[in-house]
């Protein structure tokens, strides 16, 4: 039976056809009002007979004309369809779509979750941002024959190897690599490689490789549209490599992939960690490790119930396993636990992305993509902190410090604006330590200031309710070590406390102090 659904004809977007059909299944025949500030009126709602057609919705609204679509499929499939709606975000790291076979073990691993209906964000793929990198600035700098160098003749080697294992057509990725060589010629020609032309040339990466994914889970028989971030609403700052997210990004990604959805579903396939700068409308990018960004920014835009992050590592661990190989899985971090982790170093997750997520008040699950069956980590607003310690322990190396003490100008109001806006006239000189005199030269007309180089910041993330204990504990594991730490600080954010050590110190630290709080009896504590 033909489910006619009647809809109101005004030129506003209209996402009442979302939901039309259900109310054939669940109004009663009287009328109902309801107000939609899209129609820019009151409507009602009215089930009735239609002839020859089964029931009918109606929105009666105050405009000139209702138009008539009529949905060929049954009743008992528009219910289907209804419930199986965006429900989650799925993202991918550069490691998890390295290659084809780590491709199909995606595909795998999102097929192996029937009950989900994702969006898929990916980074690109394995290495290829920093290949990318190295081409802009050799081209900058010394090759006169962009064919020549190594990096590009990789990337070409790589996408190309990829879709022919795929089997999929060359085709599909020509296009990008003949505009990437031309970017890369340009660049060349004007030996000059801006922030802005960096950004457009990493984007490449992405624009590849949810190309060929997307492709591949056609071929498989998965229906899947690609969407570049920057053509679906992600609107940014102009801070080349470094962009933030506007607001007017949510509801502009909600209005592309809800519209999309609804009239046609498929998987959507979306770049990661790039954006639209809103005066420029140029490609922009959003930090390194900026797709965690992207996927944040999408669970809030659409609602979504869950936001899962696929790395390399059983989820967000006690401490850095580089450093020390009994780090152990965080079962549950909240968003702030999580935020310090990131800004202070741990690699797991970007800076900004438990922004998103904790104003959506939605849950993020990092999970292992070489381990799916691992538990990962759970992300929420708030958890019980009873019983914690520590969470984790993160090292921050190679950190250069300003002391600056001033008697003469203690207890003077306006002290620290005059400290800041020093960093702020000379912010843009200061990439690196070497370039740092210029700032101390300004400091010291107002301040004794002392530069500290080759140090560390040792974050303890956890309950800093119980910091005197934490620290009580923490410096006399330090002291047995031979460590003298030089600073102390504790975080606004109530869930960190730093302590700053030699750089040459630094291992030594995070290794005896994990193995206090997290491998010994923690009841010596109290």
């Known amino acids: 039976m033909a489910t006619p659904t009647y809809l109101c004809g005004a030129k506003t977007p209209c996402y009442f056809s979302k939901s039309a059909s259900s109310f054939s299944r669940s109004m009663c025949s009287q009328q109902q009002k309801l107000n939609f500030a899209s129609f820019g009126g009151a409507c009602r709602v009215v089930q009735c007979p239609t002839q020859g057609r089964g029931r009918g919705v109606r929105v009666v609204c105050n405009v000139q004309k209702v138009d008539v679509l009529t949905r060929s499929e049954p009743e008992s499939q528009a219910s289907e369809g209804l419930s199986n709606r965006l429900s989650c975000v799925m993202k991918f790291g550069g490691s998890s779509v390295a290659s084809a076979e780590r491709m199909k073990e995606v595909a795998d691993l999102i097929l192996s979750f029937p009950e989900e209906s994702p969006v898929i964000v990916l980074s690109a793929m394995g290495k290829t941002t920093n290949?990318?990198?190295?081409?802009?600035?050799?081209?900058?700098?010394?090759?006169?024959?962009?064919?020549?160098?190594?990096?590009?003749?990789?990337?070409?080697e790589l996408h190309y190897r990829t879709v022919e294992e795929l089997g999929l057509e060359k085709t599909l990725i020509e296009d990008h690599l003949e505009k990437l060589e031309r970017?890369?010629?340009?660049?060349?020609?004007?030996?000059?490689?801006?922030?802005?032309?960096?950004?457009?040339?990493?984007?490449?990466?992405?624009?590849?490789?949810?190309?060929?994914?997307?492709?591949?889970?056609?071929?498989?028989?998965?229906?899947?549209?690609?969407?570049?971030?920057?053509?679906?609403?992600?609107?940014?700052?102009?801070?080349?490599?470094?962009a933030d997210i506007l607001e007017a990004t949510y509801p502009a990604v909600a209005k592309r992939l809800n519209g999309d959805w609804i009239r046609d579903p498929a998987i959507p396939i979306v770049t990661g960690f790039l954006g639209k700068g809103w005066r420029t409308c140029a490609v922009t990018t959003l930090g390194r490790g900026g797709s965690d960004l992207t996927a944040t920014t999408i669970g809030k835009a659409l609602g979504l119930r869950e936001i899962q992050v696929w790395k390399d590592v059983d989820g967000v661990l006690t401490c850095d396993p580089n450093i020390y190989s009994g780090a152990e899985p965080v079962p549950y971090l909240t968003f702030d636990e999580a935020a310090e982790l990131a800004y202070f170093g741990a690699q797991v997750l970007h800076p900004q992305s438990m922004r998103p997520a904790r104003e959506g008040d939605i849950p993020v699950r990092v999970k292992n993509s070489y381990n799916p069956n691992a538990p990962g980590t759970l992300i929420t607003k708030s958890r019980d902190m009873s019983k914690a310690v520590l969470t984790s322990i993160v090292l921050k190396r190679n950190v250069t410090m300003l002391d600056i003490v001033s008697t003469r100008m203690l207890g003077q109001f306006g002290f620290l604006a005059k400290v800041f806006s020093i960093f702020e006239d000379l912010g843009e000189l200061i990439q690196q330590a070497s370039e740092l005199d210029h700032v101390v030269e300004e400091l010291e007309k107002i301040a004794k200031v002392n530069l500290l180089q080759h140090r560390s910041i040792i974050s303890l993330i956890g309950n800093v309710q119980r910091s005197s204990l934490v620290l009580e504990k923490a410096f006399r594991v330090l002291r047995m070590n031979g460590v003298n730490v030089q600073m102390i600080s504790q975080g606004a954010s109530k869930v960190n406390i730093s302590l700053i050590v030699n750089d040459s110190e630094a291992e030594k630290c995070v290794k005896a102090l994990h193995s206090a709080f997290f491998e010994n009896d923690m009841s010596d504590i109290d």
């Open 183 to 242: 970017l890369l010629n340009g660049i060349s020609v004007l030996k000059e490689f801006t922030p802005r032309a960096r950004d457009y040339l990493v984007s490449f990466g992405e624009c590849m490789s949810t190309r060929i994914f997307s492709a591949y889970l056609n071929k498989i028989g998965v229906k899947a549209r690609q969407y570049d971030a920057f053509d679906i609403g992600f609107i940014t700052t102009d801070d080349f490599t470094n």
């Open 131 to 156: 290949k990318l990198i190295a081409a802009g600035e050799k081209a900058a700098s010394c090759v006169s024959i962009v064919s020549e160098i190594d990096e590009l003749a990789f990337l070409k």
